[in-house]
């Protein structure tokens, strides 16, 4: 990259990238395909990756990976499940930045990826982060059959075919997980893997065996990664870990008491699980763990006569419940102008029930629509715990 280009990047990194690329430079020394590249690139690694964006003179691939890269955020989170030890290996660094942090807890790092211009950036960007790493441009399969041992190795799968659809089982992906795993485990003390988080956990578990743990991260309440973990014996006992921020919610999956849902007919509270809990379908453990009952089966709401400070979603404050009745509806709503309204096990959409209720959208006010006990309908109106 010149240094007319270099300082085109740095005067523009935060103007509009299709208006620069409208108006176009007098200076032809400026290579603006490049340009406009890097700073969509830093752009996104603005919001995605601010350490590295803090960092000069990373260079940034096409829009594509930057938008598929981990965020720093769940890396990190990552880097703690990978831990400490002598060797790590990343068999599909892509962009590099989950090598970057799991890593960094390893006396010998090895970044693998078959794209030459991926393991160019790479190079690129782990000397200007002063990571000290061996990389290699090669197919997993292959350094796989050359590793002696490792401590731990990660893999992320490449989830598109070769028209670039996405792809989700297991045996789809590249490299293909369910042919690798038993010479994986030969390998390495600690295997961990990353998948979509449209696929089945539970398909995934069983079509692997030798998980030891699952991880369901969500960021911002938007489910964004599976990870699993695989160790060298077939355990009974399954970790399943829910993470979502601050938020935190695990259990075993064979220690849970069998719990009823029980709808308290005059509850104070209401809660709703967020997207990793959804997302592991754990309603019983959650319901069993804070002795709380659901509203109704595949409702997924739950309701409590006292509040819970630490539940892993959202709480609210119920201000009163009502059922589809004009005339019970008109006295509940009495007041109320606007709400945010979600609908769970209901006949009917958002929409139409907005449109019903001749309600705007927003505001303090949260109305749950729902079905209860015998298969009744009934509002639940709102107010989150301050």
């Known amino acids: ?154 893999l992320d799968p490449a989830r598109r075919d070769n028209h670039g659809a996405r792809t989700y089982a297991l045996e789809d992906c590249t490299p293909n997980i369910l042919e690798q795993r038993n010479l994986l485990l030969q390998k390495a003390k600690r295997v961990i893997v990353k998948l979509s988080p449209m696929l089945d956990w539970h398909k995934a578990v069983n079509d692997l065996s030798y998980v030891k743990e699952v991880h369901i991260v969500s960021v911002q309440n938007e489910c964004k990664e599976l990870l699993l973990v695989l160790g060298h014996e077939t355990l009974e006992d399954l970790r399943v870990v829910c993470v979502n921020e601050a938020q935190t919610f695990e259990f075993v999956t064979q220690h849970v008491t069998e719990h009823n849902p029980v709808y308290n007919q005059k509850p104070l509270f209401l809660y709703e699980p967020n997207a990793s809990i959804m997302k592991a379908g754990c309603f019983m453990e959650v319901a069993d763990y804070y002795q709380i009952g659901e509203v109704f089966t595949n409702s997924h709401l739950f309701v409590s006569d006292h509040e819970i400070p630490d539940f892993p979603g959202r709480g609210f404050h119920i201000e009163a419940i009502t059922s589809m009745n004009k005339r019970e509806l008109k006295a509940a709503l009495q007041g109320i102008e606007r709400a945010n309204i979600t609908v769970r096990n209901f006949p009917i959409s958002v929409a139409e029930l907005r449109k019903r209720l001749r309600l705007k959208d927003g505001g303090e006010v949260y109305i749950f629509a729902t079905t209860v006990a015998e298969g009744t309908h009934q509002l639940f109106i709102c107010r989150k715990i301050a």
């Not at 831990?83 to 990343?90: A, C, K, M, V």
């Not at 890593?103 to 970044?111: E, L, V």
């Not at 061996?134 to 731990?152: E, R």
């Open 1 to 154: 990259m010149n240094t007319a280009t270099q300082e085109f990047i740095r005067q523009h990194r935060e103007d509009n990238v299709r208006q620069l690329a409208l108006k176009g430079t007098d200076k032809g020394e400026v290579d603006l395909p490049l340009a406009l590249q890097q700073i969509a690139g830093w752009q996104v690694a603005r919001r995605k990756l601010p350490t590295w964006a803090a960092c000069d003179g990373l260079l940034y691939p096409p829009h594509l990976s930057m938008e598929q890269c981990s965020s720093e955020q769940t890396a990190k989170y990552k880097a703690g499940l990978a831990g400490q030890g002598e060797s790590f290996y990343d068999l599909t660094g892509g962009l590099g930045v989950d090598f970057y942090y799991m890593s960094q807890g390893f006396n010998s790092r090895t970044y693998v990826e078959q794209q030459d211009h991926l393991c160019n950036i790479a190079r690129h960007n782990f000397n200007a982060l002063d990571l000290t790493c061996s990389v290699v441009c090669d197919n997993a399969a292959n350094v796989l059959q050359g590793i002696s041992h490792a401590d731990c190795i990660y």
